[in-house]
C-alpha cells in the first residue's frame, strides 16, 4: 500500500523549535519531499531528502531514515510567518508523488 | 526564477458543464501532472503526463477528466460534465527530468461548481 502519515495540527511558539514528523510506506522510492502550504496558496518546496540522515538548509531541516520510512521536518526559531500547513510527500512508483494530509502548524506570540 | 502559471484563477461553473483548466509548464521540464484539493482536505493526485501521454492516473481520474498539450507550451486539464464533488482547487505541477525531481506547482485554478 501507498500511505503517509502526519499529525494533523501542531502548536508553537514563537522563537521555539518545533519537529513535524512523517511517517511513509510507498513503492519505488525516488526521495522524500516537504512543502509549506498556506491557506489558499500552492504548495512550495522546502526540502528534499535522498540519502539517510539531516539536510539542513537555513532554519529549516529535514531528516529521513529510509529503512524506518521516517521523516522528519525541524524548524528553529519559529516566526509568526512560519503558520501554515506542512506537507510530506513520498514517491508512489515512478515519478509520482502523493502527499500526505498535512499538518497545521499555528506559532502563537 | 521559472514558474509554472495558471489560468483561470477562479472558475464558476455549472453543474454538468465543461470546463478545461489551463497550465503552462515551466519550459524545461518534461513531467507534467495534475493535483486536486478539495477545500481543507488533502493534496490529491490526479494525473501525471511525459513524452505526451499519460503516464499514470489515479481513480479520480475517470471517464470525465482528460488532458492534452496541445502545443509545445500549454498542458491542459478538461472536465467534460461537471459535478459538484469537482468543486476544488486544481494545481498544476512540472518537474524536470533529471536532477533533483522536485515538483513546482503553480497558483492553482479554484473551480466552484454550482
Known amino acids: 500500500g501507498q500511505n503517509i502519515d502526519q499529525p494533523t495540527e501542531m502548536t508553537a511558539t514563537e522563537g521555539a523549535i518545533v519537529q513535524i514528523n512523517c511517517t511513509y510506506q510507498t513503492s519505488g522510492f525516488n526521495g522524500l519531499f516537504w512543502y509549506q502550504q498556506h491557506a489558499g496558496e500552492a504548495p512550495t518546496f522546502l526540502s528534499y531528502?535522498?540519502?539517510?540522515g539531516l539536510e539542513e538548509k537555513g532554519r529549516f531541516s529535514s531528516f529521513l531514515s529510509r529503512s524506518k520510512g521516517y521523516s522528519y521536518l525541524l524548524l528553529k526559531e519559529l516566526q509568526m510567518k512560519d503558520s501554515a500547513s506542512y506537507l510530506c510527500?513520498?514517491?508512489?512508483?515512478?515519478?509520482?508523488?502523493?502527499f500526505g494530509t498535512g499538518t497545521r502548524l499555528k506559532v502563537l506570540a | 526564477e521559472p514558474e509554472v502559471t495558471q489560468t483561470p484563477s477562479h472558475q464558476v461553473t455549472q453543474m454538468g458543464q465543461e470546463v478545461i483548466l489551463r497550465c503552462v509548464p515551466i519550459s524545461n521540464h518534461l513531467y507534467f501532472y495534475w493535483y486536486r484539493q478539495i477545500l481543507g482536505q488533502k493534496v490529491e493526485f490526479l494525473v501525471s503526463f511525459y513524452n505526451n501521454e499519460i503516464s499514470e492516473k489515479s481513480e479520480i481520474f475517470d471517464d470525465q477528466f482528460s488532458v492534452e498539450r496541445p502545443d509545445g507550451s500549454n498542458f491542459t486539464l478538461k472536465i467534460r460534465s461537471t459535478k459538484l464533488e469537482d468543486s476544488a482547487m486544481y494545481f498544476c505541477?512540472?518537474?524536470?527530468?533529471?536532477?533533483?525531481?522536485?515538483?513546482?506547482f503553480g497558483a492553482g485554478s479554484r473551480l466552484t461548481v454550482l
Open positions: 505541477a512540472s518537474m524536470p527530468s533529471s536532477g533533483a525531481n522536485v515538483l513546482t
Open positions: 510527500a513520498g514517491p508512489s512508483g515512478t515519478y509520482k508523488y502523493i
Open positions: 531528502n535522498v540519502l539517510d
